[in-house]
């Protein structure tokens, strides 16, 4: 079986470098050309089925995907950066770096915010469910925590080795029959290479 990972397209947002969390933020212009140049790829792949975070930037990159019949859960949902929700990355370095590069690393909940073990236990929930019933190609539709979080369970890559996941990305974890978990792909873009990838 392989979980296919697709990060949404930049978010209005992402394109200003804020912290979303769970707020409820749609696509950009730029995120949905994105979203639609990753189309052809989903397509040739043809998943068995598809979940998805139920927030709006990922229900649009979903539909601009063209995925068949998603099951959305509020279970995908990025995690909760509380008190961070809305504000610049600039700002919360500013005012505190340790804080920002150990939130990044796993180790630090930002105020009011949702640690990452409870964060990386929920999402992975999701996926052991989905696990009783395997298909070929697994569509998970989500957010870059959320892959990050997948990448840190079956992978065990800790959060702070793994860099931000590219908006409209394409990740592929691959599940043995012999239950081994291997990296098939990583922040796939069919038409650019970025390595500066918005949090």
């Known amino acids: ?49 598809t979940i998805s975070s139920d927030l709006k930037r990922v229900r649009e990159t979903t539909t601009l995907i063209g995925a068949d019949k998603p099951s959305f859960t509020e279970d995908l949902r990025e995690v909760d950066v509380g008190d961070w929700t809305g504000r610049t990355i600039e700002d919360i370095q500013s005012e505190n770096e340790a804080a920002y590069l150990g939130w990044r690393a796993g180790t630090v909940t930002p105020p009011a915010g949702e640690n990452w073990k409870v964060f990386s236990d929920r999402v992975s929930e999701v996926i052991r469910n989905e696990l009783s019933n395997p298909c070929e190609n697994l569509l998970v539709v989500c957010h870059g925590g959320v892959i990050r979080a997948l990448l840190n369970h079956f992978l065990g890559l800790e959060p702070s080795r793994i860099i931000p996941v590219a908006p409209a990305s394409l990740t592929a974890i691959r599940l043995l029959n012999n239950k081994t978990e291997r990296l098939e792909l990583f922040n796939y873009r069919p038409n650019k290479l970025d390595f500066q990838a918005p949090d």
């Open 1 to 49: 079986m392989r979980i296919l990972l697709v990060r949404h397209g930049q978010s209005e947002w992402n394109a200003s470098h804020r912290l979303q969390g769970q707020a409820d933020i749609a696509l950009s212009e730029l995120g949905r050309i994105q979203a639609e140049q990753l189309k052809p790829v989903i397509d040739e792949i043809g998943p068995c089925r």
